[in-house]
């Protein structure tokens, strides 16, 4: 009878200590910080994977390959392999396909929502605290062998935007923000006169008055039988931007979605009033804003200014035919605006993550490479090719890149004004410029605000009804398309999701559990007291 005592008591002290630490945290797992070498093995041979964009820019490959170059004649043991995508999207779905058999890059040109992703792979992607401060092979670092910026010389919005959980995880690359491009000839031949900030209300009703059409139904303001007046490219950055621009929820930091609320509702409605008409449009239904302005048949296209190449009558960049161009002037303004005094635009653009791997010597060499992307040489001439701006303050206040602004419109190619002047339009606003949270399923929302503005556009065009019904309905597809409700609450930021208590029905079980074992052991003890 001691026995079976002995062993039920010890049973149940270990039960009911499990049972109280279940209904307390359960699953949090921490991401692993980086062990750094103390030196750099220069007498191994290291091969390391550089994946990268280049929006099937040959200058760009370019500028790569010089950089490649370059890096291997300073550090001859280490072998940069790169491989070249047209899109983030492919580099992003093959990074989750080789995260289970850990094949993952090296190097990778990313962005801060993708790399949430990334992190759910324990130990995926390397912080980045340890290696920045490092004295020898940190930014600036002594023992660095070319002239790498300190940390407080990258701009610091712009760091900022690579930090999530209290750790760096990625180093910018180039950013850019969206910019819209006007054909000010037309938009002054309607009798407007652009204000300094451009405005909501402005495009909506500069972009009716041009549908009008003359008796043999050409639009008069191109006398073309085609006419879209107002095309946006990127659908998420729309809604994201109106959101923000209304102080209207998005997400929290840590996951929560408040997309779906009365301010993105009124924003899906306007909308389909203007694709109603015809007046509004989307790259995704009605193809690139650029060849449309181009071509004169767009007054209002907004784009990355990492676009500009592709606009504007002298674009050294087209998908058109040059007999299809149109003369006009075009002008360069932020987006529009709900609040001029208040001016909100995205920052965007890519950046740069190191992959782990089990030799940490590897792991400092890809950080050398990636390193080697922040100096002078490789910022300024990537940022000279499209209307991206260098991420430092060193390569923004150098002679080279100042001068090169200074000569904007020199030509229709290095010096291309529209080019120029989508740079000039965000170092002006770096300040007002904004990033959405990121976790894991970040990438998701995104691509649900998105989706809202494609469908509300597709199904006014389809004579269906944009009514209240419809709202509360496109809010649940996209919830069930994105698996928004999966998401709630979970940051995703290289740990597992702390889950904090138990629910109400699990406690009940567990305390059923509890109180059997005490009746029980209550029995027990009434047992041996009756045998006594």
Request: with cysteine; aromatic share 12%; net charge negative.
């Amino acid at each position: 009878m001691r026995r079976m005592w002995k062993k039920t008591g010890a049973f149940l002290c270990c039960f009911l200590s499990c049972a109280f630490l279940l209904t307390g945290c359960h699953g949090k797992k921490e991401q692993s910080a980086f062990a750094l070498p103390e030196e750099f093995d220069l007498s191994q041979t290291y091969e390391i994977t550089f994946w990268a964009k280049n929006d099937t820019n040959k200058t760009q490959t370019k500028i790569y390959e010089k950089a490649i170059e370059d890096f291997e004649a300073l550090y001859p043991n280490i072998t940069v392999n790169l491989r070249l995508y047209t899109d983030y999207g492919k580099i992003y779905n093959d990074v989750i396909t080789n995260l289970a058999t850990d094949t993952t890059p090296n190097v990778c040109i990313t962005y801060p929502d993708h790399i949430a992703t990334y992190l759910t792979g324990e130990g995926s992607v390397v912080p980045l605290d340890t290696l920045f401060s490092d004295e020898k092979y940190g930014l600036g670092g002594s023992e660095v062998r070319f002239d790498s910026p300190a940390q407080e010389e990258i701009i610091p919005q712009f760091l900022e935007e690579c930090s999530f959980n209290g750790h760096y995880y990625a180093i910018p690359f180039m950013r850019s923000t969206e910019a819209c491009y006007i054909n000010k000839t037309y938009v002054e031949a309607l009798g407007y006169t652009l204000p300094e900030v451009l405005t909501w209300d402005f495009i909506w009703e500069v972009s009716e008055a041009a549908m009008e059409k003359d008796a043999e139904e050409n639009y008069v303001v191109n006398g073309q039988k085609v006419l879209i007046p107002f095309i946006y490219k990127s659908t998420d950055n729309m809604m994201i931007q109106m959101l923000k621009q209304k102080g209207a929820g998005y997400s929290t930091e840590d996951g929560e979605i408040l997309i779906f609320n009365d301010t993105t509702k009124e924003l899906l409605e306007t909308i389909a009033e203007h694709a109603k008409t015809g007046a509004f449009s989307t790259f995704k239904i009605s193809s690139y804003p650029a060849n449309f302005l181009n071509a004169g048949q767009c007054l209002f296209a907004v784009d990355s200014t990492a676009g500009a190449t592709w606009m504007g009558t002298n674009a050294p960049l087209s998908d058109i035919s040059e007999d299809k161009f149109v003369e006009f002037e075009t002008a360069v303004m932020p987006i529009p605006q709900f609040d001029p005094e208040n001016p909100q635009m995205i920052s965007q653009g890519p950046s740069v993550c190191i992959f782990n791997k089990e030799d940490s010597q590897e792991v400092l060499a890809s950080w050398l490479f990636a390193q080697y992307l922040l100096t002078n040489e490789v910022q300024i001439a990537y940022a000279q090719t499209e209307g991206y701006v260098p991420v430092t303050a060193k390569a923004q206040e150098s002679e080279e890149y100042q001068d090169y602004l200074a000569r904007c419109g020199e030509d229709n190619e290095t010096y291309y004004d529209v080019k120029i002047k989508a740079s000039q339009l965000l170092l002006e606003n770096t300040e007002n410029t904004f990033v959405t949270p990121v976790f894991n399923g970040s990438t998701s929302l995104r691509d649900a605000a998105g989706q809202m503005i494609e469908n509300v556009t597709k199904s006014v065009r389809r004579k269906q009804e944009v009514d209240d019904a419809y709202i509360e309905a496109l809010y649940e597809d996209v919830t069930s398309l994105y698996h928004l409700d999966q998401i709630g609450g979970t940051a995703a930021t290289g740990e597992k999701e702390e889950l904090g208590e138990l629910p109400g029905t699990a406690v009940a079980l567990l305390a059923a559990l509890v109180g059997a074992w005490v009746l029980i052991l209550l029995y027990l003890v009434w047992g041996k007291v009756r045998g006594r």
